[in-house]
């Protein structure tokens, strides 16, 4: 059963694309070598990487600690059933790739609100025949309406694996904190939360840069400590895995991140900086180049 979201006439969805401001959805296209932007995200992403060079290794590597908290649940715990809040543009691997993949009967719904990567939804849509992948087209800060068209598809007499990863720091204290508070409350016992999230315990110089260019772009962009995105998981009664909240390439780091194709050296050497990241082998990074927390959680 589709969800509400891919009913929309086109037209309304170009009319409700502001391709005059960055979206950090279109932004993390960019560093992830996506197609799907504009200008203004473009711009926003060269501008972060000018700040803070190897800043790319945050976005790859939280996309990898995705890749690794999916695999870990669906292989270890046997989940079969995800929410994928604040999921993005699509691209390699997407949540129902890799869970489908070990359990062909798994079932992902994921959530966004940017136009654009509803216009894309489609791309997302394509479950094995087993399973099912379905897209709401819905706000973080609307938990209701989420958990509604969320039962759609999803069981929630059954564990489900809900994942807010590098969203939350997109959202101020005075909602964060009571949404995902309101989203753990309707989850079943055995439930994992997957969670990552940007901070300046790590490295701060590099990040407030960063965070300068992006508040600069009208986003909200708020940078927790690690005990601050552990209350995410405390204030819940949640049980965190092992090795509990750290950076985001300790998170049980396999170092297999995939290595990107790499073209002829005349062809990369005629590309712009924000151009070349797609192409960077990530699996050189150090502890100086990171400012991401992430931990996965039990429902008790």
Known sequence: MPGDALSQDPADLRRRIDSSRAHP???????????DHYPADR????????????????????????RRAVTALSQQDGIRQYLDIGTGLPTAENVHQIAQRIAPDSRVVYVDNDPVVLAHARALLTSGPDGRTDYIDADLKNPAHILEQAAKTLDFDQPVALCLVAI???????????????????????????????????????????????????????????????????ENGLALADPGVVPVHHWRA????????????????????IEKVRYRDINDVTDADINVYAGVARKL
């Open 43 to 66: 711009n926003a992403a060269a501008a972060g990487l000018a700040a803070n060079p190897r800043g790319y290794l945050d976005v790859r590597h939280n996309r990898d600690f995705l």
């Open 25 to 35: 959805a279109r932004v993390y296209d960019v560093f992830l070598g996506g197609k």
């Open 168 to 234: 939350l720091h997109f959202v101020e204290d005075a909602e964060a904190y009571p949404i995902v508070r309101e989203l753990i409350d309707a989850l079943p016992s055995g439930s994992r939360i997957v969670l990552s999230h940007l901070t300046e315990d790590l490295n701060p110089e590099n990040i407030r840069a960063v965070q300068r260019t992006y508040t600069e772009r009208g986003f909200t962009f708020v940078l927790r400590s690690k005990a601050e995105v552990e209350r995410f998981f405390t």
């Open 254 to 273: 396999d170092h297999a991140a995939p290595v990107p194709e790499q073209p002829e050296p005349a062809y990369l050497a005629g590309l712009e900086e």
